[in-house]
């Protein structure tokens, strides 16, 4: 510890040589206050650096105790050396350890563990409910350009190539026999092999397309909608397909006990791409860019909770779909799943009033 | 006689209502953290591989499920590492750690998960979609004119290189979950000069209120600075300090420029800190009063 300084006053006159008087010493305010709180400075900032990147949680109890009151003593140290000092370092100091410390008392605060149940269980419906507008315009797009799409290509099949693209279709078209429509309905022998390893090139395929729904929506949520009614448009193409032949029961029945989870999840991407445009374009009462962070951050909510929804789709899809081939069972399958996700969208973490 | 230039820096107001500044990561340590990641995600993709296929091989395991737990863990690895790490490391993933940087709420609250998922969702269409602007322009905006081409190459280049078009560096992740990659603050506290051992003062120099009136606190944090230096140029540095500000006070006496400066520092520093409490701040030496 330095010890107390004794400064020359500035009140002796140049013309007095009388030396400035010992009995009444002026150590400097900011220095004293330095003195008197240093100790517990250094003390923080022992604490934050054994809290390394961990944070908080690596610290033993005893030491956490103290954290808190450190914090803010070093805090309001801040405050008052902005106001009477003039030590640069010192100010440095101060401002670069609450800094830190600031980092560890309100980093993320909560284990992994506890975070992915709360999630789950409350913060993805809750976020989706209270997107409920979004989402019905999203799930409008996809009506809209099924119709449109099924429409369109019922009136002439060439229009087909232009609604889906050659990966997509696969080599089914209006061209194809109404016996190679129906095979794929029924995965034959030799497809079974790698279900699972196509159940999951699916899921990450869709998940991929989900989260760019939601990237993009920061273009003021124009390319979300566009892919979403683009969504649609290959839906109904392949519908009409089906349809002309006849073969529309069967093809619902391969499509929905996935496709509900899998529509649904699409939507969802969509109706956060489309609030992320909205709060972009109509920040309302807000500032602009405190709207995007606040909607953006809601929305990330949704898209995460869409790739898990898009990871149960392409479990369904991969496995289920390829060893059930019974009509009735496949819709009872899809009317399971929808039941499911609505009850479980419109009731989960709902506070009890 | 000038500082160092001043970094950018980025104010968080804490709950308790205090200001602290933050130096915003500079683009270029942002790029070399992302690298080192991108190279790490990598590694632990082909980490997995090896063994993987080893097993296939030996047909210890079916093929089918090799590859469904290679793509199932390439797609988690790649689309979750750095929000993982985010997490669980209170905003910073390895390669941030390595260059010093992390990711703090820019409103000044705990970063909390939405916020991590939010900025990392983003990333991929950040990286990827330039590229592909850049590489193929067509596949982007298939049969379209020229110019409605250049322009969707223009939009996607914005998208990616946002951060060098705002103060903050922020890129569209950033800007949707209202976060700031900041510099890990670091600072060391060094002794109080003010309050240096009785040797290294002038024990009989005093200054009157006019010679004290000639600087503000811009020339003082530079004396500070002029003091704390360390190497060969320091003595050197000090004398011609001494000699100008003897000139500028017309100071006489004979004492050398050490004990000179600092006893000259704690009286000023003492004289603009009274000003200050009364109000009258006295930001550099062309300041006057009105």
């Known amino acids: ?353 | 006689m000038t500082l160092a230039p001043e970094e950018r820096r980025r104010e968080v107001v804490t709950p308790e209502g205090v200001p602290i500044r933050f130096t915003i990561a500079p683009a270029g340590d942002r790029v070399a953290a992302l690298l080192l990641d991108l190279l790490l995600v990598l590694a632990i993709v082909l980490g997995m591989i090896v063994p993987l296929f080893w097993l296939a091989v030996r047909g210890a395991v079916a093929a089918d499920v090799v590859f469904a737990t290679f793509i199932l863990a390439a797609f988690l690895v790649w689309t979750f590492y750095f929000a993982f790490f985010e997490l669980s490391w209170a905003g910073q993933t390895p390669g941030k750690r390595k260059l010093g940087l992390r990711v703090v709420d820019s409103s000044g609250g705990a970063l909390r998960a939405e916020a991590v998922l939010a900025r990392n969702l983003t990333r991929e269409a950040e990286l990827l979609l330039p590229l592909l602007a850049l590489s193929a322009g067509e596949a982007v905006f298939p049969g379209a004119p020229a110019i409605a081409r250049l322009a969707a190459v223009a939009w996607l280049g914005v998208f990616g290189f946002l951060p060098l078009f705002n103060r903050d560096r922020l890129r569209v992740g950033d800007l949707l979950a209202g976060t700031v990659v900041v510099r890990q603050p670091g600072a060391a506290l060094l002794e109080d000069l003010s309050a240096a051992p009785a040797a290294a003062r002038a024990p009989d120099v005093s200054f009157t209120d006019a010679q004290l009136d000639v600087y503000g606190i811009y020339e003082l944090q530079v004396l500070e600075q002029v003091l704390r230096q360390d190497g060969p140029a320091r003595a050197a540095a000090l004398d011609a300090v001494a000699a100008k500000i003897r000139e500028k006070l017309g100071f006489e006496g004979a004492v050398a420029a050490e004990p000179f400066l600092r006893t000259f520092y704690a009286a000023l520093r003492g004289r603009l800190e009274h000003r200050m409490l009364l109000g009258r701040r006295r930001e550099d030496k062309h300041h006057t009063d009105r």
Not at chain 1, 46 to 57: D, H, I, P, Q, S
Not at chain 1, 155 to 177: I, K, L, W
Not at chain 1, 205 to 212: D, K, M, P, Q
Not at chain 1, 306 to 317: D, I, K
């Open chain 1, 1 to 353: 510890m330095p010890e107390p300084t004794v400064i020359p006053t500035t009140l002796v006159s140049p013309a007095s040589t009388a030396p400035p008087a010992p009995a009444a010493p002026l150590v400097l305010k900011s220095a004293a206050f330095r003195a008197e709180r240093e100790a517990s400075w250094r003390e923080l900032e022992a604490l934050v650096r054994a809290a390394g990147t961990r944070g908080a949680a690596a610290l033993p109890p005893r030491d956490l105790a103290r954290l808190p009151g450190l914090y803010r003593h070093a805090v309001s140290s801040l405050s008052v050396a902005r106001a009477i000092s003039l030590d640069r370092n010192a100010l440095e100091y101060l401002e670069s350890l609450c800094a830190r410390a600031y980092l560890v008392v309100y980093g993320t605060r909560r284990h992994l563990r506890d975070a992915v149940g709360d999630f789950v269980l409350r913060r993805f419906p809750r976020a989706v409910r209270a997107h409920a507008p979004h989402v019905a315009v999203a799930a409008a797009l996809l009506v809209l350009g099924g119709v449109t799409g099924f429409a369109l290509t019922l009136a002439d099949a060439e229009r087909f190539y232009a609604f889906v693209s050659p990966e997509v279709a696969q080599n089914r078209g209006p061209t194809s026999s109404t016996d190679a429509l129906r095979d794929v309905l029924y995965a034959r022998k030799g497809a079974a092999e790698m279900l699972t390893s196509f159940a999951m090139f699916l899921f990450s395929h869709n998940a991929r397309i989900g989260i760019l729904a939601f990237a993009v929506g920061f273009a003021g949520g124009v390319p979300s909608a566009l892919l979403v009614f683009a969504n649609g448009l290959t839906l109904g193409a392949f519908a009409a397909v089906y349809h002309a032949r006849g073969l529309s029961l069967e093809l619902w029945a391969w499509l929905l006990p996935h496709g509900v989870t899998e529509l649904l999840a699409i939507v969802l991407c969509g109706a956060a791409g489309l609030a992320l445009g909205q709060a972009l374009v109509f920040p309302g009462r807000d500032e602009r860019l405190r709207s995007l962070a606040a909607h953006g951050r809601e929305a990330a909510v949704i898209v995460t909770g869409a790739v898990g929804l898009l990871f149960v789709a392409g479990l369904v899809e991969g496995v289920f779909r390829q060893l059930v081939h019974a009509v009735p069972a496949r819709y009872a399958v899809a009317a399971a799943f929808a039941i499911l996700w609505a009850v479980y969208l419109a009731r989960a973490g709902k506070e009890r009033a």
